[in-house]
């Protein structure tokens, strides 16, 4: 594909939701490769209103008219994870590509059907788990492979949900009720796993523990007490590429420690720390020390991890996700983290699940 690749967003409410913190402002950063054709919202007056805002030539009331857009060659649907079934059907229905945000869908059995939809269409299907393009963790993979930190000895986490604590706003209140699949185990932990998984490998052989500690969080929107059934514990211990693993991620907002990644070996130790466990969307910092250096030092960044796009995590990490599926679609390879391993990683969170229901070791294999 030569041209520019016109992409159609489903899901834009203007300064406030994840599409237009993100990827409008990701996709204005790469004009040289995509172009913003269209835009589809459930109603006809919000779908005019965001085209209008954004300067957006084409506005549609559903997903099915938006993927017969002859205009469209690729679909961001960036609605609330109960949505993407629907909205990937009707993406890959009408021949369109697509990047569909994380959680691919409402648990496991939802992930598999949206796979195998999109991979009997025969188009390109991404899942947005985009803390794989984090610049502080592909440098951090980068010295690994380098043996910056000789032989993995372990990796630790400890991260905040920043959600799923004493507060709630409106937009996030979804997100309390575990059926809805958007919850601090699928979206931060998720998140965390999948770009620890890109840099240290399968995760396997875990033990873990869902506490639900809060039963409601008060809506600062609207002063009213919202009922949580969503864990805002997380506890794993497991082995990542066959190496002790430990994971803590707690609801909220805790005093102290946002997100600290500590990767130890037998030649040295990195440290990445962020003002949060959304590892997807928060600027993080990488440390280390090696050799005969006796504490934690600053490591600058490459600017080549970066990408040549934004600096910024939040909307830079989608930036670096859209520049691979330009390089995808105009040379057929890329670093996009498919549908397939999205269900790989619905798979690891469909163990933590059952180990923490039945107190034993799971595999994510097994699922």
Request: net charge negative; hydrophobic share 45%.
């Amino acid at each position: 594909m030569s041209r520019k690749i016109g992409v159609g967003i489903i899901g834009v409410e203007p300064d406030r939701s994840w599409a237009a913190a993100a990827h409008i402002p990701a996709l204005q950063a790469l004009a040289d490769d995509f172009e913003i054709v269209a835009v589809a919202n459930s109603r006809q007056v919000s779908a005019d209103a965001a085209a209008v805002h954004y300067g957006i030539p084409r506005a549609f009331s559903n997903a099915e008219a938006l993927a017969q857009c002859p205009e469209v060659d690729l679909v961001a649907v960036t609605v609330k994870v109960p949505h993407h079934l629907e909205l990937v059907r009707a993406a890959v229905g009408g021949g369109k590509h697509v990047f569909c945000e994380w959680p691919l869908g409402n648990g496991l059995a939802e992930a598999r059907e949206i796979a195998a939809l999109a991979d009997k269409a025969g188009v390109l299907a991404v899942c947005g788990t985009q803390a794989v393009f984090s610049p502080a963790l592909i440098h951090a993979g980068a010295l690994i492979r380098q043996g910056y930190v000789g032989d993995v000895l372990s990796v630790s986490v400890i991260g905040s949900g920043q959600v799923w604590g004493a507060y709630i706003n409106t937009p996030n209140a979804y997100t309390l009720d575990i059926r809805n699949g958007a919850h601090m185990l699928s979206i931060p932990v998720g998140h965390t796993l999948a770009g620890l998984s890109r840099m240290l490998g399968e995760i396997t052989d875990m033990n873990a523990m869902l506490a639900q500690m809060r039963s409601s969080s008060l809506n600062t929107d609207t002063g009213e007490q919202v009922v949580m059934t969503a864990p805002d514990q997380v506890l794993l211990h497991g082995r990542i590429g066959s190496k002790p693993l430990s994971l803590h991620f707690r609801g909220g907002t805790p005093r102290g420690t946002g997100l600290l990644i500590e990767i130890n070996g037998t030649a040295g130790d990195l440290q990445i720390t962020g003002p949060g466990g959304h590892t997807q969307l928060v600027d993080m910092e990488l440390f280390g020390a090696t050799g005969d250096d006796a504490a934690l030092s600053p490591i600058v960044i490459p600017d080549a991890c970066y990408g040549g796009t934004l600096a910024s995590a939040n909307p830079g990490n989608v930036a670096r996700f859209y520049r691979q599926i330009a390089r995808h679609l105009r040379t057929g390879t890329s670093d996009c983290p498919s549908f397939a391993e999205a269900v790989k990683l619905h798979q690891v969170i469909a163990a933590i699940e059952a180990s923490a229901a039945s107190g034993h070791t799971t595999q994510p294999r097994d699922f």
